[in-house]
């Protein structure tokens, strides 16, 4: 397998990666306003193929984010207790809207490898089709 | 500025030094033996492909794994093309050639 075929194959795995953790953030955002909803983070492992000599990019286990519930103060909710407050989810917009656009980023970054790597393999084609 | 001579020749036999193939580790194989091979590597490259597009369709793999089987189907058809223009090219030579 040539180089090119492997950069392709790892940038391949980075956009995967970087698919999953979107899906996440995604998943976070959605349940942003669930009661007790902890938000859910995922770490990236680097796997190594001996077979093909790759180092690509793979999604770890997802874990929950173990800080502290927010605390929201609202009687009228059937979920409210005796001091008329229940628990939210851990959620802050603004970290999952910067996770996005770093995921985004990312993305794109490896698909600009992918496409760099394709047009590099092509053109020495060219050259042995002249 | 003077360039001694020494100096020229030392350069130069780093040059050569350079510039000498490097020893193959692989056994020599006959041009055909090695044609077979790379006609089998193109098949498997495909096939595999084929079922990575197959699967992804059917929506089990993502759509990244069918983008780059894909793009190595794309290169590996591209290459058999060139090839085998070369191998046309060639032929045609041959048979152009006054007797």
Redesign the interface.
């Known amino acids: 397998m040539s180089d090119?075929?492997r950069t392709?194959?790892a940038s391949?795995?980075g956009?995967?990666a970087q698919?999953a953790r979107i899906r996440l953030t995604t998943e976070n955002i959605a349940n942003a306003d669930t009661p007790g909803y902890r938000r859910k983070t995922v770490s990236f492992e680097a796997v190594l193929d001996d077979t093909r000599d790759t180092r690509a990019v793979a999604t770890g286990p997802v874990r929950l984010d173990r800080s502290e519930l927010v605390r929201i103060y609202d009687p009228g909710n059937p979920l409210a207790g005796a001091d008329g407050s229940y628990l939210g989810s851990n959620v802050d917009l603004v970290v999952e809207i910067a996770d996005a656009r770093e995921a985004n980023r990312s993305y794109e970054a490896n698909l600009k490898m992918?496409d760099q790597a394709?047009q590099m393999?092509?053109s020495l084609?060219g050259l042995?089709?002249r | 500025m003077d360039i001694k001579a020494t100096l020229a020749s030392q350069l130069y036999s780093q040059v050569q030094a350079v510039a000498r193939p490097a020893p193959q580790d692989t056994p020599v194989r006959s041009p055909g033996e090695a044609f077979a091979t790379a006609a089998t590597d193109f098949m498997a490259t495909l096939r595999q492909s084929e079922e990575t597009v197959k699967a992804g369709l059917a929506g089990r793999a993502d759509p990244q794994a069918v983008v780059e089987a894909l793009a190595a189907t794309e290169l590996a058809v591209q290459t058999a093309v060139a090839v085998r223009d070369k191998v046309v090219e060639a032929y045609q030579e041959i048979l152009r050639m006054p007797v």
């Open positions: 090119l075929e392709m194959a391949a795995s956009m995967a698919a992918f394709r393999a092509s084609l042995l089709r």
